[in-house]
């Protein structure tokens, strides 16, 4: 298709260093929503009870997430984005002021799904906001600190939660968001400024409610699959069969809205589609990684659970670095291909080595292969969304931002199941061989132990144990780096676009894709005034 003409983009505001501090701060509670209550579940499940509904407190929360992000996303594009944003802010601090109140586990689930429905535009917010504020060619600065924040968030996150509980009450591990959500608040709407528009469209509910029911009933196969029901159960399959109906019907339906909440033809432009595929890897294995590096280190290494947080750091260090260079590498040069290409080369790299590890690992070996696979995330975690907004209309900017989200974290959430289902399966194998059926007893269901425990079995059953999850541990890692390699793979068929706001006007002609940005659009589409 011939190449268009981008639309020309100002240089960033005189005052966008003082706007992004409210987008960092909303970008922090997001982040760190769920790791501070995952610290503090101990505490709440020991007043409130409920021990049987502990992972809906998660569920709901993840499920209301997935279903709102897109429609964030889209009404921001319809309705203005400052206005919309504020709202998902002041929803989420609903949510959490209230899950702060609750007084027993059904009101707490009810009130983090409220808190959900408000997390969903945070992230896409603010996502969305650097992209109408900031020209591609700067932006990959911001969307670095932005990445930054994320690492400091996972980091910092179990620590925080460990310190709120301890000394406030768990309580306070949601009451912490109100007044940081304030700070927020004051200066989204003090210092920004966009132009106000209210599009008149009739809102796609029919699009909303199947999108809705689809990504529930696949949030709900990873949240359930190999724990509330075996995999192969009728309601797995059902909820399956659902998801991918539904989902299905709204593919349909959206071709027939006057407005859809995912416009399908932002999936004609090949870098997009690219960059959701990334972006979808990306987020398996970061939260694979994520959720399986502690459980290797807690119980074959022996490090404490205590400051959780800290495990990560060796892998969360490079993220920060890394993003942070590659951002201002993108400003300066305005070139980019090569760096999800690094990032997936040094992705499948660190996933192999991890998967190397058993137990004569040690600490400072497993680190390295951490900070190989860290590396490889920086080289990547920013360029699916810096990417794929290059390759946007400026009126598609939010339901495009949520898309990428919702991508990540529907990988995020598929990773962390069927790297779950690889691992339990392999523990259990090995306890059966290694120590017969009091290894399988001792093991339970997915051979999870705590590293009190682990010091309590038998010599016999604790050695098959650590050799248990050492083998486990290698068969996810090298699952990892064969999906990594899929990311490695599409990163070569990415098409190097000028970045627009990349500096003089004879730089500035080039196409944002397949379907790049139309002029008249553009025209149309004032920058934002701040």
Do not use: C
């Not at 808190?115 to 591609?136: E, K, W």
């Not at 924040?149 to 996150?157: F, P």
């Not at 912490?176 to 599009?199: C, D, M």
């Not at 790297?419 to 997915?446: H, L, Y």
């Amino acid at each position: 298709m011939a190449e268009k003409d981008q639309e020309a983009v100002p240089a960033p505001p005189r005052n966008v260093r003082v706007i992004m501090l409210g987008l960092m701060i909303t970008m922090m509670l997001a982040m760190l929503d769920n790791l501070i209550v995952g610290t503090a579940m101990p505490t709440i499940v020991g007043e409130l009870g409920g021990l049987n509904h502990l992972a809906w407190v998660v569920t709901a929360y993840t499920l209301a997430i997935a279903v709102s992000t897109p429609l964030w996303g889209k009404f921001g594009d319809l309705y203005g984005r400052k206005g919309i944003f504020m709202s998902s802010i002041v929803l989420f601090l609903i949510g959490s002021a209230l899950s702060g109140m609750a007084q027993d586990m059904g009101q707490l689930i009810a009130f983090r799904a409220v808190q959900g429905l408000g997390g969903g535009g945070l992230i896409v917010g603010v996502m969305a906001i650097i992209g109408d504020l900031v020209p591609p060619r700067e932006r990959g600065r911001y969307q670095g600190m932005m990445a930054a924040v994320m690492g400091i968030a996972t980091i910092g996150g179990p620590l925080v939660g460990g310190t709120i509980t301890d000394h406030l009450g768990w309580r306070w591990a949601f009451y912490i968001n109100l007044p940081l959500g304030a700070v927020s608040l004051f200066v989204i709407s003090a210092v920004l400024h966009l132009p106000k528009k209210r599009i008149k469209a009739r809102v796609d509910y029919t699009g909303a409610a199947l999108l809705s029911v689809g990504l529930t009933a696949l949030v709900l196969v990873t949240s359930w699959g190999g724990t509330e029901y075996d995999w192969g159960s009728a309601q797995i399959i059902g909820l399956a069969v659902l998801g991918a109906a539904a989902l299905a019907a709204f593919g349909w339906a959206e071709t027939r809205a006057a407005e859809p909440i995912i416009p399908l033809r932002i999936f004609r432009n090949a870098n997009f589609t690219l960059m959701n595929v990334i972006g979808f890897i990306v987020g398996f294995v970061m939260f694979g990684g994520v959720t399986f590096l502690p459980l290797f280190q807690q119980s074959v290494q022996g490090a404490s659970a205590t400051n959780s947080g800290l495990l990560l750091l060796p892998m969360m260090l490079p993220v920060m670095v890394v993003s942070l260079f590659v951002g201002r590498a993108t400003t300066k040069t305005g070139r980019y291909k090569i760096y999800p290409i690094i990032g997936g080369a040094a992705l499948i790299a660190g996933m192999y080595l991890l998967s190397t590890m058993d137990t004569g690992t040690s600490r400072l070996t497993s680190g390295l292969y951490m900070a190989v696979m860290g590396a490889g995330l920086g080289f990547m975690i920013q360029m699916s969304m810096l990417v794929g907004q290059n390759s946007l209309e400026m009126r598609d900017m939010g339901a495009g931002s949520s898309t990428i989200t919702l991508t990540r974290t529907i990988g995020g959430s598929f990773g962390v199941a069927l790297m779950g289902a690889i691992f339990s399966s392999r523990v259990a194998d090995t306890m059966a061989e290694e120590a017969g059926p009091a290894g399988e007893k001792a093991a339970g269901s997915g051979g999870q132990l705590t590293p009190e425990r682990i010091e309590q079995l038998p010599a016999q059953i604790k050695e098959a144990y650590l050799n248990a999850v050492s083998h486990g541990t290698h068969q996810v890692f090298l699952w990892g780096a064969a999906i990594a390699a899929l990311a490695f793979l599409a990163s070569w068929f990415v098409k190097e676009v000028p970045l627009r706001g990349a500096g003089p006007a004879k730089d500035d002609s080039g196409s944002a894709g397949d379907a790049g940005p139309d002029s008249a659009q553009a025209e149309a589409e004032a920058p934002a005034k701040v």
